[in-house]
């Protein structure tokens, strides 16, 4: 198997951790955070970056803000709970099927299903309040670019590493509201198949693409329910950025994917790994991961050799296997969105006291800044990324 890895540079010392779920131990740092969230805002529309993007097909934020504000504002008594209930499945792992079946029945994986659902219904508007619509945070691209520009930026080098060219088709698992489709196809000229679990996601998905004049396709599906509605050698590429967290068997799905592939097809992967500092008898390491797995919406918890080793044994050659952002640390990323969600809340908190907005605007956001810096923490010590990569390739005929 030949694979191209990065060296690690040495362990940063952990940043001391809150003291309280409600994060009160940085309320002394007020008036830093709103210098830093300045700081961030200007940057979004003033940069010295090192690298151009193509934004011709990045909406508006205000507008997305707007919208995404609105869509909170009129969520049902149901809905909030629905959302608040759903994180019960980040308790458990795909790994511990004892415990899932205790928990759900046994038919555990159509219970964490509808908990998924759930939880996206709501969870994509909250993310669209801020600089992660597409519902990621990126790789360090670029150190002077925006949270945006990085995405920009990383999904441009998928493109590159799948080689997409014009009338390529291909296909993207977790699409979201199909943001990353639609500037793949722009930068491209590709065409994208999404799949996703949530229908409020495809409907954007699909009236976003249509509005770019993009024939992009977009189709529920869980990803978890196998086989893929394809048929066999449907795609020239595939990518997925961030959705394997939710994947039950990566095995399993690496091979449906590689049925649906054609020969000579490429691969690129960019998720949620443990690294291999990370050590689960150690009592800090395992209540971060406890932590910081609801807030990344992790079920399972993969290596980068299990990735590896999953998709060699469903065929692919392994070609890459790094972690891309600059000195394989995303932190400063991570606390930018951290930082900029804090200050969200402060306003939402002040609102809600005036009784300018309904109480559970108040229940979410809180719910969404919860564990910021253990996330934060983990980066830094080393012992998780969501931004690994792997890319692979199905051998041609």
Not at 30 to 50: A, G, P, V, Y
Not at 271 to 287: F, Q, T
Not at 306 to 312: D, H, M, P, T
Request: proline share 7%; net charge neutral; glycine share 6%.
């Amino acid at each position: 198997m030949a694979t191209v890895t990065v060296s690690q540079p040495p362990i940063t010392p952990a940043i001391p951790a809150r003291n309280d779920s409600s994060d009160s131990s940085r309320s002394s740092q007020t008036s830093t955070e709103k210098l830093k969230l300045s700081s961030l805002q200007t940057s979004s529309t003033k940069r010295q970056s090192n690298h151009e993007v193509d934004r011709s097909v990045s909406p508006k934020r205000w507008r997305t803000f707007l919208k995404a504000f609105k869509h909170i504002h009129n969520l049902t008594p149901k809905e909030v709970d629905d959302f608040m209930a759903s994180y019960e499945i980040y308790n458990l792992d795909w790994a511990n099927e004892e415990e899932m079946v205790k928990a759900f029945g046994p038919n555990y994986q159509e219970r964490v299903g509808e908990c998924l659902r759930s939880y996206y219904s709501v969870l994509n508007h909250l993310c669209s309040l801020g600089d992660v619509e597409k519902m990621y945070i990126p790789p360090l691209m670029d150190k002077k670019a925006s949270v945006l520009d990085n995405q920009l930026l990383y999904e441009e080098s998928v493109a590159k590493d799948i080689g997409l060219k014009p009338g390529m088709k291909v296909l993207d698992l977790g699409c979201g509201r199909g943001r990353v489709a639609a500037h793949m196809s722009s930068f491209s000229g590709a065409q994208v198949t999404g799949l996703n679990i949530d229908a409020n996601q495809i409907a954007q998905a699909k009236e976003w693409n249509n509005r770019c004049g993009f024939g992009n396709e977009f189709v529920v599906h869980d990803q978890n329910d196998l086989p893929l509605p394809f048929a066999d050698e449907s795609f020239d590429a595939f990518y997925e950025i961030q959705a394997l967290s939710l994947c039950k068997d990566p095995s399993a799905s690496f091979k449906e994917i590689y049925r649906v592939l054609k020969p000579g097809a490429k691969f690129s992967l960019l998720d949620w790994v443990s690294l291999p500092p990370y050590n689960p008898e150690d009592p800090i390491h395992a209540g971060l991961m406890r932590r910081v797995k609801p807030l990344i919406g992790a079920v399972g918890t993969p290596t980068p050799a299990s990735f590896e080793k999953a998709l060699v044994d469903a065929g692919f050659t392994v070609t890459k296997s790094d972690n891309p952002s600059i000195d394989g640390l995303q932190a400063p990323l991570i606390d930018k969105v951290d930082i900029y969600f804090r200050s969200v809340r402060r306003v939402i908190h002040g609102l809600v006291r005036l009784r300018a907005l309904p109480p559970h605007f108040k229940i979410l956001i809180d719910r969404l800044c919860l564990d910021g810096q253990a996330f934060v923490q983990m980066d830094n010590m080393r012992l998780i990324t969501t931004t690994y990569r792997i890319v692979a390739e199905k051998p041609s005929v």
